[in-house]
């Protein structure tokens, strides 16, 4: 099975910063997609931030462009999500997602972390 646990959430005050950690159990040379989703309750997933391997592609949500970087560290097969200029918006329980991938764009949608909180006050 695929592990994946989150870690950095937390509470931060309206223009801060935070940064969201995901320890993998993926086989770095295998082909994925790798990254990050957010829910509030009574609404959908909402994807933030994803990169495909080998070559980092990567997609980000319209509210995260300019504010939210990704990024993979591949000696410790971690991917983080730096958050800046955070809003109240940004309040919801984060995810980190990986799927099997071919290409930039694949779905990212199989295997989920436990998640972790993040509330912008």
């Known amino acids: 099975d695929v592990q994946l646990v989150e870690s950095g959430g937390g509470s931060v005050q309206a223009g801060g910063s935070l940064r969201l950690s995901c320890a993998t159990s993926l086989n770095p040379d295998s082909r994925y997609c790798l990254g990050w989703i957010r829910q509030v309750p009574g609404k959908g997933r909402e994807g933030v931030a994803l990169?495909?391997?080998?070559?980092?592609?990567?997609y980000y949500s319209n509210s995260a462009k300019g504010r939210f970087t990704i990024s993979k560290d591949n000696t410790n097969n971690t991917v983080y999500q730096q958050m800046t200029n955070l809003t109240f918006e940004d309040t919801a329980m984060y995810f980190c997602v990986t799927d099997v991938s071919f290409k930039p764009g694949d779905p990212c949608r199989t295997h989920y972390g436990q998640g972790t909180q993040v509330t912008v006050s």
């Open positions: 990169l495909w391997t080998p070559d980092h592609s990567t």
